[in-house]
């Protein structure tokens, strides 16, 4: 359902199959060279690219996949200014939409706050989440980048909260303890998690 894949020359990058039989959607596609070893090896068939954030370390490779699989990209509207893409092969996405891998449901959930143009894809049925840089093991995105929002991340990670505990948590980045965990692990074991308000989280988060 969810392959990930470690990503090579940035900083302990995801990127990540989503699969339903041998049809994938790429997410966050890094190193190209090695997802299409795989995918080829595989022999799987791209049908989409999803984009959690505009950040270069999760786009870089998308150019590359679009020109050799012919695949739209999905990407929140918002990335339309930072991203250079070509408009008949992008689909702008917001919160609420409903992107369909052949009969699999993938959800997005709008969640700004590191940067503008950040979502989640949600897989209901099945209880996985890709958190891109918003939410990752034990610590969440940076907020004191260009289009971030400290009290929009606050905002989007009280939402992530309230999702089932058993939902599995994709990050954007190795950066805990495990490559993957839960919202109830995050519960536990997250200090931003742990933040009663805004403002403690603030002080958590940006150090003042």
Same mark, same amino acid.
């Given at each position: 359902?969810?392959?990930?894949?470690?990503?090579?020359?940035?900083?302990?990058? /995801? =990127?990540?199959?989503?699969?339903?039989?041998?049809?994938?959607?790429?997410? !966050?596609?890094? !190193?190209?060279?090695?997802?299409? =070893?795989?995918?080829?090896?595989?022999?799987?068939?791209?049908?989409?690219?999803?984009?959690?954030?505009?950040?270069?370390?999760?786009?870089?490779?998308?150019?590359?996949?679009?020109?050799?699989?012919?695949?739209?990209?999905?990407?929140?509207?918002?990335?339309?200014?930072?991203?250079?893409?070509?408009?008949?092969?992008?689909?702008?996405?917001?919160?609420?939409?409903?992107?369909?891998?052949?009969?699999?449901?993938?959800?997005?959930?709008?969640?700004?706050?590191?940067?503008?143009?950040?979502?989640?894809?949600?897989?209901?049925?099945?209880?996985?989440?890709?958190?891109?840089?918003?939410?990752?093991?034990?610590?969440?995105?940076?907020? !004191?980048?260009?289009?971030?929002?400290?009290? !929009?991340?606050?905002?989007?990670?009280?939402?992530?909260?309230?999702?089932?505990?058993?939902?599995?948590?994709?990050?954007?980045?190795?950066?805990?303890?495990?490559?993957? =965990?839960?919202?109830?692990?995050?519960?536990?074991?997250?200090?931003?998690?742990?933040?009663?308000? /805004?403002?403690?989280?603030?002080?958590?988060?940006?150090?003042?």
């Amino acid at each position: 359902m969810i392959r990930q894949i470690p990503i090579q020359g940035f900083d302990n990058n /995801f =990127s990540y199959f989503i699969e339903n039989g041998k049809d994938i959607a790429v997410v !966050d596609p890094g !190193d190209t060279d090695h997802l299409i =070893s795989e995918i080829r090896l595989d022999g799987l068939n791209v049908k989409m690219i999803l984009l959690t954030h505009s950040h270069f370390d999760h786009v870089s490779g998308v150019q590359k996949l679009v020109e050799r699989f012919g695949v739209p990209v999905y990407v929140h509207k918002h990335a339309a200014k930072r991203l250079n893409l070509k408009e008949n092969m992008t689909v702008f996405i917001d919160e609420g939409d409903i992107l369909r891998l052949d009969g699999l449901k993938i959800k997005v959930l709008y969640t700004p706050g590191h940067i503008d143009d950040a979502v989640c894809f949600y897989i209901e049925e099945h209880g996985h989440l890709i958190t891109g840089d918003t939410l990752f093991v034990e610590g969440c995105g940076r907020a !004191d980048l260009e289009g971030s929002n400290v009290e !929009d991340l606050w905002e989007s990670l009280q939402r992530i909260m309230k999702l089932p505990q058993s939902t599995k948590v994709y990050p954007g980045h190795h950066y805990g303890s495990i490559p993957i =965990s839960t919202i109830g692990f995050e519960k536990a074991n997250n200090r931003f998690f742990k933040c009663k308000d /805004f403002e403690e989280f603030r002080k958590e988060r940006m150090g003042y």
